[in-house]
């Protein structure tokens, strides 16, 4: 119910493609009328009859390149029924009028694209059919090209929208039937559930109420064809992203983080007090700072629990790791993510590490937005967001020379820049301008951070080889979810690496060390 359903018609422009320049056929040049076979001045050869020097009634004229039309003439230009084909691949057969596709006609596009219909003065207007190279296909009006008005779009994967359509783009109320049976009547938003509306299932549940982002949330009832396990028919109440908020849940996270306000120092404290002292017989030592910054979702505490475990385990951080988790499960027990004890833990951290030798690894997963700012939520309070500069600033007052910063987060491109030196080794799971994937409540990784801790790094001889594995998991990943919903390849994600002059070497050496 959740996949991103977008559009995949992108017809081929024509561009004046009808004048005879633009077809690659030069004006005209009279020749006798005895003769069989005309020649045009570029070597064309025209056959049938001529007016006044013209071209006139039905004949045929052909270039060494492939190209030909045949059909119908009036005064030099196609006139009335005929048919063309270009060199490039177009196809056209049809009516025509003053050299124009102008009345029904048939264009194939070198794509493979087929527009059948209606064409005014070369464009593709009106009341017609397009058929995609892929399959997709859009029945309804057109305006130049595209669907502008009533129509029924079927894409790539079966799912159909019935309703108004926009420059290509469908508006307002609409109808969608996917092809595993969900069906849906309401509003849509960039393809995807917005507003309110009304979803069935092949199984004949019915969800009533409001949409976001393809999702349940806000008011709305579910109701269930067949009782669930404890008897009930219906969830009814308030949805956020597609969970039935609970309550009882809410109240005992608000109690729960009232008590945690009183014991956060504490706790900080606490877990900084139990850095254990540098191991002397290493040279180099690696410190490990997990960060999970949005507490509304489990993904990013999973996250850092699971990176917590793996370092502890193969990198030699234990007693040496810390982490700060915004989260609805350790709000009591454990140091939130923020500003504050962001900035606290770097500078502990600093103090206890050997400076020119040992290296932090800093490790942060949450929201991000365009801003490239860091979400830091924790259910129940309002908390500032990290700026990537505000963490440039924080990881200078730490004086931490060496650093590995991860950062998975949608738009996490944006904080190379404001964190890059020689020393530091930065790894983004997106571009600064696109979004990453996975940020949900029931997953126990984003894709990013999947791909790069739990498949790439424990095959991996470096963080970097890790980075190059994982970006083609998350490559193909996300492909696989596009054909699936029907977006687009210039919609991935991009994970980024930066790497300075001098990390590589400490890196290195680090590693040579025995475990």
């Known amino acids: 119910m959740t996949a991103t359903l977008r559009a995949s018609l992108r017809p081929y422009t024509l561009a004046g493609l009808l004048a005879f320049a633009a077809l690659g056929m030069p004006p005209l040049c009279a020749a006798p ?42 005064r030099g230009v196609f006139s009335g029924q005929g048919k063309l084909r270009q060199a490039s691949g177009v196809e056209y057969a049809g009516a025509f009028s003053q050299g124009a596709f102008d009345g029904l006609g048939r264009y194939t596009s070198p794509k493979g694209e087929i527009y059948t219909g209606n064409f005014v003065k070369g464009s593709f207007e009106g009341v017609g059919r397009f058929q995609g190279a ?52 309401g509003e849509l938003k960039d ?28 008011k709305g009832v579910l109701r269930y064809a067949v009782a669930q396990a404890d008897g009930r028919r219906e969830d009814s109440g308030n949805w956020t992203e597609g969970q039935l908020d609970d309550p009882a849940l809410d109240k005992l996270t608000r109690d729960n983080i009232e008590l945690a306000l009183y014991n956060q120092r504490t706790l900080l404290d606490g877990a900084l007090a139990r850095i254990a002292p540098r191991d002397a017989a290493k040279k180099i030592n690696l410190y490990l700072l997990g960060v999970a910054g949005d ?106 020379r060496w650093k590995v910063i991860v950062i998975s987060a949608c738009y996490a491109g944006g904080f190379i820049a404001p964190l890059k030196d020689d020393n530091t080794l930065i790894i983004t799971a997106a571009r600064s301008d696109r979004t990453s994937f996975g940020c949900d409540d029931q997953n126990d990784f984003t894709y990013f951070s999947e791909a790069y801790f739990k498949e790439a790094l424990p095959k991996s001889s470096s963080f970097t080889e890790a980075f190059d594995k994982a970006k083609v998991l998350v ?41």
Do not use: C
């Open 33 to 74: 009328a005895k003769a069989p076979a005309a020649e045009t001045a570029d070597g064309g050869r025209y056959f049938g009859p001529l007016v006044a020097g013209k071209m006139h009634g039905q004949g045929r004229l052909e270039y060494a390149s492939g190209a030909f039309y045949e059909g119908g003439f009036a």
């Open 295 to 400: 507490g509304a979702q489990e993904v990013f505490h999973r996250e850092t629990a699971f990176v917590q475990r793996q370092f502890d385990r193969d990198y030699g951080t234990v007693g040496r790791s810390l982490m700060l988790v915004n989260s609805r499960n350790t709000v009591a027990q454990q140091p939130m993510a923020t500003r504050t004890s962001i900035a606290a833990s770097l500078d502990a951290l600093g103090a206890k590490m050997d400076k020119a030798n040992d290296i932090l690894f800093l490790f942060l997963t949450s929201h991000g937005s365009p801003e490239h700012e860091l979400a830091l939520a924790q259910n129940g309070m309002d908390l500032h967001s990290l700026p990537a500069q505000e963490l440039a600033s924080m990881l200078r007052h730490s004086g931490i």
């Open 134 to 185: 892929d399959g997709a296909t859009f029945e309804g009006h057109f305006k130049h090209w595209r669907p502008h008005g009533a129509g029924k779009l079927t894409d790539t994967d079966g799912t159909v929208f019935e309703g108004e359509f926009v420059q290509g783009q469908v508006q307002g109320k609409a109808t969608v039937t996917t092809s595993d049976g969900i069906h849906y009547e």
């Open 191 to 218: 393809w995807k559930f917005e507003g309110q509306g009304v979803l069935r299932t092949a199984e004949g549940d019915e969800y009533r109420g409001g949409f976001k982002n393809g999702q349940f949330d806000g």
């Open 475 to 515: 490559q193909a990943r996300e492909a696989a979810d596009f054909r699936e919903g029907g977006m687009e390849a210039e919609e991935h994600s991009e994970p980024q690496l930066f790497q300075g002059k001098a990390i590589a070497a400490q890196l290195k050496a680090w590693r040579a060390q025995p475990r």
